[in-house]
């Protein structure tokens, strides 16, 4: 191992593997350091990518030359897109993987990445100097000290992580492994704030004793999409998973299962008291499905499997920390599942995070130079939230570490990451944070199938888009100009074929037995461009919101600025923007307590305290 390096990862989940990947793209000599590589990428909940407003997360995160959507493509057992009832913008793609072959792909293209060394070992304690402590190295637990000039902590569930069954309580952040005990002080004594949350995981069972004769099929589409745009870009619809595509069975609870479970609360963790922390709200564990929707008679159960060469199947619908007696009791009342045996229980993990409060929008702590958070220590919740912020801190680390301003900040109508990333740091999260469509305000511009427009510019002038990428990206833009052109040019009931598609209640199918040459467009290019014409005018009307709330995201707050000097500025106001530090007068405007009359007081501030006013310019 080297004695130095631009920057050091620590951790190696799906943030920890993004996060690396830029920063090595980028040119950063980088380390990441886990406590065991065979580890890294594992999928430790659902084996799934993807989903609604998940999915269109993964599509930027490849658009911006990641590697969670090739990752997902070369192991995916099973591909739908969700949510296909209503308009593409909520759209969301989904992948049932194989587990194992996920991560070991993820391990194949980290190996294979330049500047990138993968080393076993555990980070005690961030060394850090200066009169504004600014990241000069890592202690490791064998007493070994790494210099670098910054350091991504990417931990995941594993600060000072506690397992629950029942009563039964184990130290580690997943079965089988330990728990980053030392890290956590070291975060402390550099002057962050933690808090603590919970997740949970359901029971995996033995697939060949499941009785799926009496269960529902859910096969995936037949002609999938990929979620990277390399696999997408030329294929002519003609692009196939590599893996042979499996099915899920679907079932449900009763009541039966549900008088059980109210029977038991006093034995799970999260009623019992021995939990105190909070759990997602929106992806629950059975317990709190029975509490809070008491009238519900059935909660569905799906049973996917863990991969290809393995006979676990993930229990779905199912989180539970009830003990395991209780687990078996319930789970044998499941039709399909009365024979079923357990390969291992559900179980919730507890986890030190740090409030997101004390971080910027590059993800780059305030208090620390050069230390910068990603993935669930922030106080989110998934893998793909995980790997959307490893991409921001990697980018920004390596902007860091070779001395340019740290700047890599999507904005809201940008990306589902900005919303995602702007939530966190003017609204910090009382539940872990998952991502929905209904958090983006602008999600008519935010589709799966536009992340590449959207944002592959954007990772080209970044450094993150190679050659290949771009020169396929080009390609893909100009068959979309000349299929434009060919709507432009042609004209049918009176008007250019553009506005008839986009008045008609046909689709491209049906344009294409009308108007001579539309059947040579792309299958997939025709798509894109039938989407974009038929939500032309919701999107002009979006555009037109855009460019109102754009003086307010363009005004930004001059770093520095004493809030409590604002003459007329209420207390609450004051207190609200130092604990912040908004970046613009619009982020300031989503922090939670503060009101446009506060904002409008903080303008006028900044407008009188400006240069040119203080020159008479």
Not at 46 to 53: E, M, Q, R, V
């Amino acid at each position: 191992m080297k004695q130095e390096y631009d920057i050091l990862v620590i951790g190696g989940g799906h943030a920890g593997a993004e996060a690396a990947w830029a920063s090595a793209h980028l040119g950063a000599s980088v380390a990441l350091l886990t406590l065991d590589l065979s580890r890294i990428a594992q999928m430790s909940c659902n084996p799934s990518i993807g989903g609604l407003a998940k999915g269109q997360m993964v599509r930027e995160i490849d658009a911006m030359g990641g590697l969670m959507g090739i990752a997902t493509d070369n192991t995916a057992i099973q591909l739908r897109m969700l949510n296909r009832s209503k308009g593409p913008a909520v759209w969301g793609p989904r992948s049932q993987s194989d587990k194992y072959r996920y991560a070991a792909e993820v391990q194949r293209l980290l190996s294979n990445c330049p500047n990138l060394d993968l080393i076993s070992g555990e980070v005690v304690e961030i060394l850090t100097e200066g009169e504004r402590p600014a990241v000069r190295g890592v202690t490791l637990a064998d007493g070994n000290t790494v210099r670098c000039r910054a350091v991504i902590v990417t931990t995941g569930t594993f600060l000072r992580a506690l397992m629950h069954t029942g009563e039964t309580k184990t130290e580690g952040g997943r079965v089988g492994e330990g728990s980053a005990r030392g890290l956590s002080g070291c975060l402390t004594r550099l002057g962050l704030e933690l808090g603590r949350l919970k997740t949970g995981t359901p029971p995996r069972l033995q697939r060949d004793s499941i009785d799926y004769s009496g269960l529902e099929v859910q096969w995936g589409d037949e002609h999938p999409l990929p979620f990277s745009y390399l696999n997408e870009y030329g294929q002519a619809g003609r692009w196939r998973p590599p893996l042979p595509q499996v099915p899920c069975h679907l079932s449900a609870t009763n009541g039966q299962i549900h008088q059980i479970i109210r029977d038991n609360l006093h034995r799970a963790p999260m009623y019992s008291g021995q939990i105190q922390s909070m759990g997602p709200r929106y992806c629950p564990s059975i317990e709190d499905k029975v509490v809070r929707f008491a009238d519900k008679t059935s909660h569905h159960v799906f049973l996917e499997p863990e991969g290809l060469d393995t006979d676990e199947i993930y229990c779905n619908g199912v989180s539970t920390s009830l003990p395991a007696d209780v687990q078996e009791r319930i789970v044998r009342l499941v039709p399909g599942l009365e024979r079923v045996k357990f390969l291992k229980y559900g179980y919730a993990v507890e986890y030190d995070m740090v409030w997101p409060t004390q971080i910027r929008a590059t993800l780059q702590t305030k208090r620390i130079a050069g230390l910068f958070l990603a993935g669930q220590i922030n106080g989110t919740s998934g893998y793909e939230e995980a790997a959307a912020q490893g991409l921001v801190a990697g980018v920004n680390a390596a902007q860091y570490a070779g001395g340019k301003e740290c700047d890599f900040v999507l904005g809201r109508d940008q990306a589902y990451i900005g919303v995602m990333i702007d939530d966190l740091v003017t609204k910090p999260p009382t539940e872990p944070y998952r991502m929905f469509t209904s958090r983006a305000e602008h999600r008519l511009h935010l589709r799966n199938d536009n992340a590449d427009l959207r944002l592959t510019e954007i990772g080209r002038r970044m450094g993150t888009v190679d050659d290949a990428r771009w020169t396929a990206f080009e390609a893909m833009r100009a068959a979309m100009e000349r299929g434009f052109d060919l709507l432009r040019q042609n004209r049918m009931d009176g008007v250019n074929a553009m506005e008839w598609l986009r008045r008609s209640q046909t689709d491209w199918a049906g344009l294409c037995t009308l108007l001579p040459g539309a059947s040579a467009v792309d299958p997939d290019i025709a798509s894109r461009i039938e989407i974009q014409v038929k939500y032309e005018g919701y999107i002009a009307r979006q555009d037109r919101q855009i460019e109102r709330f754009a003086q307010l995201e363009n005004k930004r707050i001059p770093d520095g600025l004493d809030f409590a000097a604002v003459t007329g500025l209420r207390n609450e106001a004051k207190v609200k923007f130092a604990q912040f530090t908004p970046r613009s007068l619009g982020q300031a405007l989503r922090i939670s307590g503060i009101t446009p009359a506060d904002v409008t007081v903080l303008a006028i501030h900044m407008d009188r305290s400006s240069p040119r006013n203080a020159t008479g310019g």
